[in-house]
């Protein structure tokens, strides 16, 4: 239902240009639960931010559900993020709104109206178990309620994708694997596709399908998950499947010697 | 000393209402062209919502240029102008033109600053959800930069009641004009005294009312 084809983007940087992502194709099945892994500076939130376009691609295309969102005009585009739902490392929720106006915010972007609004938010929080919080401002939150706020603000507008921004790398251990089982529910109950860029190997062996591991830009691996016989071939993909960071450390520490 | 003060007390009066006629001219004009102007200059920085490099340095500079005017010099080069906008150069309406074109850029700037606080990635969520351009500017910079605009307004309000005691130069009256003519001019000390008390106590309202607004807007912490 996602079908990345040839995606580049490069900044001009103080140090000359900055190839952020080089010729990626990506293709993401309806229902699939896909993995997009790499260290920092890998560009994998690039590619994620370039599947709603908020970072435009130099070169390549993107097609959701078949429509070119590249080739789409600026007001197209809007309406078509809607059934794009983001979410974010940082949450981002507006600090000056409660919660239930949070959740509000897309529905008013939309331009739902009052009572249908009100309907749908009450719903939205029931669903990520926050009704008794309508009323708190972000500020009173722990990361991990924020990050369901998050998910109730990007489910408003019932969308059938929900795009994640490194969603639990500010979160600690217990709340992260809550917010993946719930990211899982809501994939096998409301079939949302969702995408998941992260840095964290337990986020991919918890909940995805699909891996594709990126480095320096490339997609160096693609890896099916529940293929059980696969053998990580880039480097970068044995290191992260191994999950030797520890042992890593070691060894760096008596090369240091 | 008291007697001073009761024999010129209508005066004072007078006084006060001609610095409060100027300031609620001057604010209203600085917020309404200050808002829209230091909102343009946030949208077109290098790298912002609607990036316009040239243009920015553009309007950066002039902004940069009327800031740049000390006030008393600003106040008679543009005799000419102020002639032609209000018909005349002297008396409080008068002054009121130098005070406004002054307030609007040192606005502006402020309404930037305030703006380029807002969390980048409040506004992105909202591109994310599809907002556009007038959608972002009013739900959620002015929403998230709003305890911060009710600062911008107390810090004008309190350096524009400081730029309004030069008006005396050109007949504009107020309260400063008070104080130079009574105090300084005549040597009545306990006049001059009286006169600053009072003007004191004005800031401090100024200032309590505007922390007050702020702490009630701000819900981030």
Known sequence: MISLKNLSKTYATKDGELQAVKSVSLEVA?????????????????????????ERPDTGSVHVDGVDLTSLSKKELLKRRLSLGMIFQHFNLLSNRTVSQNVSFPLEIAGVPKAKRKKRVAECL?????????????????????????????LATQPNVLLCDEPTSALDPQTTESILAF??????????????VTHEME??????????????GHIVERINMRDSTFVPQSKIAQFLFRNEIEFQGKEEIANAR | MLDNIIAVWPEIVTSLGQTFYMMVITLAVAVLVGT????????????????APRLYVAIDGIVNVIRSFPFLIL????????RLIVGTAIGTTAVVVPLAIS????????????????????????????????????????????????????????????????????????????AIRYGY???????????????????????????FTVRRLNKKN
């Open chain 1, 30 to 54: 309806k229902g699939d639960i896909y993995g997009i892994i790499g260290f920092s500076g890998a560009g994998k939130s690039t590619l994620l931010r370039m599947i709603n376009l908020l």
């Open chain 1, 126 to 154: 029931e669903i990520v178990g926050l009704s008794d919080k309508a009323n708190a401002y972000p500020v009173k939150l722990s990361g991990g309620q924020k990050q369901r706020v998050g998910i109730a603000r990007a």
């Open chain 1, 183 to 196: 990211l899982k529910e809501l994939n096998e109950k409301f079939g949302i596709t969702i995408i998941i």
């Open chain 1, 203 to 216: 986020v991919i062996k918890t909940i995805c399908n699909k891996v594709s591991v990126m480095e320096n």
């Open chain 2, 36 to 51: 829209p102007l230091g909102t343009l200059l946030y949208l077109i920085r290098p790298g912002s919502i609607i990036s």
């Open chain 2, 75 to 82: 106040l008679i080069a543009i005799i000419p102008f102020t």
């Open chain 2, 103 to 178: 307030a609007i850029p040192e606005f502006a700037r402020l309404i930037e600053q305030t703006l380029l606080d807002v969390n980048r990635g409040i506004v992105e969520a909202a591109e994310s959800m599809g907002a556009n351009t007038r959608q972002i500017i009013w739900k959620v910079l002015f929403s998230e930069s709003r305890a911060g605009i009710a600062n911008a307004i107390t810090i004008i309000s309190v350096s524009f009641l400081s730029f309004s005691t030069v008006a005396g130069l050109v007949g504009g009256g107020g309260i400063g004009d008070f």
């Open chain 2, 185 to 211: 001019y005549r040597y009545q000390t306990d006049i001059m005294i009286a006169t600053v008390i009072l003007i004191v106590i004005i800031v401090q309202i100024l200032q309590t009312t505007g922390n």
